[in-house]
């Protein structure tokens, strides 16, 4: 199946610092990508839409410039988390879907614990 | 109202019974279905998908939809204490690629 590469696993970061993740499909391309956040005994919150080439959709109540995504390949999309705080610690995962393809199911990264101090 | 809605638990089920998870939702444009499986800690990973109405079997898992009452269910057949997890109910929403989440069922299976 399809293989969805997220990096870094885990980070812990000061307060104020910005941290970078990275989504990168590795034997597919992918149009779009999709980021989500989950609280502990959370669900999946999605955040935004990664659209390659073009700006990224948001989903109400995401801060686009605290949450920068950038799809500028086929194969990759990231989102940088600027001036992280506290309240940002959380488990962030990447999916993506096969181009072009309906009904079709997510392929999701590894995920990212991010603690921020 | 939350566009997925599911039963936090847990859900409890001795080793070897039937574990029943449901889940509705509220967009009726809505075309697929999924099931998720997560672990503490770890992305989750798909048990079944479904996109018509009725019953679809794989190995232990039979997942059901019902798109006239919103209705999408889980069973689990055999329950292992290794099924112990939480199962994320998920939906694309119609029209569009966006796959929403609900807030998950934890389960426990009892050797």
Redesign the interface.
Known sequence: GAVVSQHPSWVICKSGTSVKIECRSLDFQAT?M?W?RQFPK?????MA?SNEGSKATYEQGVEKDKFLINHASLTLSTLTVTSAHPEDSS?Y?C?A?LTGR?????F????T?LSVL | QKEVEQNSGPLSVPEGAIASLNCTYSDRGSQSFFWYRQYSGKSPELIMFIYSNGDKEDGRFTAQLNKASQYVSLLIRDSQPSDSATYLCAVDRGGGFKTIFGAGTRLFVKA
């Open positions: 779009t999709f989500y959370q669900s999946l919150m999605l839409t488990f995962i999916s879907r309906l009904n079709e199911k997510l999701f990264g590894s995920g614990q």
